[in-house]
């Protein structure tokens, strides 16, 4: 499979921004989509995940409650809603696939096999 990152852009504190990832291959309904986030100078971390049916979600603390994933197998896309957004959630963010039909939710970047160019994020204070 193969996924296209967008929706990035710089936003002031407190705003809002909506990533789209639309992936290719007939088979997209049977993966589960991760959202990552990479600071300069940082790791790559888990942002939030969602499996392949769209029921299950897992959210890094950090966005808990600011942030929704959601998946449309009919489009070909992950979305990751950001509100409330603050300068440390500046970055750029990728969105990365496994083949997974079942409920389980991955944090690790290494259990993701295919990932998107990412899209620049930056939140001003």
């Known amino acids: 499979v193969q996924l296209q990152a967008s929706g990035g852009g710089l936003v002031q504190a407190g705003g809002s921004l909506r990533l789209s990832c639309a992936a290719s291959g007939r088979t997209f309904s049977s993966y589960s989509l991760g959202w990552f986030r990479q600071a300069p100078g940082k790791e790559r971390e888990f942002v939030s995940a969602i499996s392949w049916s769209g029921y299950s979600t897992y959210y890094a603390d950090s966005v808990k409650g600011r942030f929704t994933t959601s998946k449309d197998n009919a489009k070909n896309t992950v979305y990751l809603q950001m509100n409330s957004l603050k300068p440390e959630d500046t970055g750029v963010y990728y969105c990365?696939?496994?083949?997974?039909?079942?409920?389980?939710?991955?944090?690790?970047?290494?259990?993701?096999?295919?990932w998107g160019q990412g899209t620049l994020v930056t939140v001003s204070s």
């Open positions: 990365a696939a496994r083949w997974d039909a079942t409920e389980n939710i991955r944090t690790s970047k290494a259990q993701y096999g295919y």
